[in-house]
């Protein structure tokens, strides 16, 4: 189940919520001495998905991250778009790309990624799947468009956002909750969101080894 059939009335990480409005900084060239030249992006996005740690939803703040489209390239994976959702989770090495790229790999590095086992693939994201409350969009393909209502978070668009009316002891502002995960799609998220913050740079990890 991914979704909860019985949300709580509070704000929750991994909430799919309404009514905000995404803003953030955009500068041509930052410098310390004059003030920089700056413009503000705002994104109109419909829906949002609360990345706050549940127990960190106070004071009047909240980390959001619009929640977009999926990305045509995900479709292109028979095994993700049969379910897109197993982007969730970890994949097995030749189910992590498509069929002709695996097929074109050589045979060493193949053994290589297979003994590795399954991995995350696409870090940054983290699929929604489909809900009435979200609706569909076209999503281009080969043979023009189809119908898609699943989404997706990039965690690398969270933005932080201020309102009085949030806050723990507090319920959700009046009609912006819209979805809550199920525990268990909530503990992928937080597995998921951890491994992309987690990940070490080569650079380091030859530190680490030497």
């Keep these: 189940m991914f979704y909860n059939d019985h949300p709580g009335g509070d704000l929750r990480f991994g909430d799919v919520v309404r009514g905000f409005v995404a803003t953030s900084p955009e500068f041509k060239l930052p410098s310390t001495d004059d003030p920089p030249t700056w413009?503000?992006?705002?994104?109109?996005?419909?829906?949002?998905?609360?990345?706050?740690?549940?127990?960190?939803?106070?004071?009047?703040?909240l980390l959001l991250a619009p929640l977009l489209k999926i990305r045509p390239a995900f479709l292109t994976n028979p095994?993700?778009?049969?379910?897109?959702?197993?982007?969730?989770?970890?994949?097995?090495?030749?189910?992590?790309?498509?069929?002709?790229?695996?097929?074109?790999?050589?045979?060493?590095?193949?053994?290589?990624?297979?003994?590795?086992?399954?991995?995350?693939?696409?870090?940054?994201?983290?699929?929604?799947?489909?809900?009435?409350?979200?609706g569909s969009y076209q999503m281009p393909t080969k043979g023009g468009t189809a119908d898609q209502s699943t989404y997706l978070v990039d965690f690398g668009t969270t933005f932080r956002m201020e309102c009085e009316a949030v806050s723990r002891d507090k319920p959700a502002p009046a009609g912006?909750?819209?979805?809550?995960?199920s525990i268990e799609t909530r503990t992928l998220l937080r597995t998921k969101i951890a491994a992309y913050f987690a990940r070490v740079p080569d650079e380091d990890l030859v530190g680490v080894r030497g």
């Design 79 to 134: 095994y993700l778009s049969e379910e897109l959702t197993r982007l969730n989770t970890p994949v097995p090495a030749d189910k992590s790309m498509t069929p002709s790229a695996w097929a074109g790999l050589p045979e060493m590095e193949k053994a290589k990624r297979l003994a590795k086992g399954p991995g995350l693939i696409f870090g940054e994201c983290f699929i929604y799947a489909p809900n009435d409350c979200l």
């Design 176 to 181: 912006t909750k819209l979805l809550e995960l």
């Design 39 to 61: 413009r503000l992006k705002v994104t109109l996005a419909k829906h949002f998905v609360v990345l706050s740690p549940c127990c960190s939803i106070d004071r009047g703040c």
